[in-house]
């Protein structure tokens, strides 16, 4: 956001929890956006940047919940398909949902036999429980954020993403927090690969629950985010 902000010369005010790694809110600040904190909640950063938006006349860009976004997020599906045609399950990490919105529907649309399974920390593992249930569920915030996946600390997925995942998604499965560690340290053997904790999840998925996913041969795990932190990365390759 900060970056495109930037590119098209507008101002960027972007809400974030005090809780983002260090090297996130630097690298914010460093595209030039003015950065709000409050707490761990995600509704928090909804209700502020709601309450910002009302006093000074800004445009809301939502993380997730809007169908731009989704639209937007969509193109790595159909870049998927593109580059793999023979693609027989996709996994994709949840957090609010818009990328797993995204996903699923170009998938499914284009090519409806490709299954597409969401995968999500245990600990914040609410899409899960809303497509289980039927509805939408939430999570508490301080539970939600003591999973090391920073970028999937979501309460509860939005309304348009649940709406997609009914729709388009075939699954969604969760992961411990030692897998999604294990499975970022395996990452980060190659330079190329190398992800945040909520870029591993989806692979996480493929390494240690493969008795919940489709008996495919041709597999793609969604790497979402190489934003690691400095000191994580360092401590995971000396472990």
Known sequence: MAYAARAFGVKA??????????????????????IVTVGPGSEERRLRAEQLAAEHGY?????????????????????????LPGVETVLVPVGGGGLIS??????????????????EPELAADAQASLRAGR????????????????????SIGAINFEHIRAYVDDIV?????????????????????????GAVAPAAFLFHADELP?????????????????????????
């Not at 996903?103 to 409806?112: D, E, T």
């Open 13 to 34: 005010i972007i809400v974030m929890p005090s809780n983002a790694p260090k090297n996130k809110l630097e690298a914010t600040a460093a595209l030039g956006a003015e």
């Open 59 to 83: 445009a809301i860009v939502p993380p997730y919940n809007d169908e731009k976004i989704i639209a937007g997020q969509g193109t790595v599906g159909l870049e998927i398909l593109e580059d």
């Open 102 to 119: 995204g996903v699923s529907a170009a998938i499914k649309l284009s090519n409806p036999k490709v299954k597409v399974i969401g995968v």
């Open 136 to 155: 939408i569920v939430s999570f508490p915030a301080e539970q939600v954020s003591r999973t090391m996946a920073d970028g999937l600390r979501t309460q």
């Open 174 to 198: 969760s992961v411990t927090e030692d897998e999604i560690r294990e499975a970022t340290r395996a990452l980060s053997a190659n330079a190329r690969t190398v992800a945040e904790p909520s």
């Open 215 to 239: 008996n495919t041969k041709i597999n793609v795990a969604v790497i979402s985010g190489g934003n690691i932190d400095p000191a994580l990365l360092a401590e995971l390759r000396k472990n």
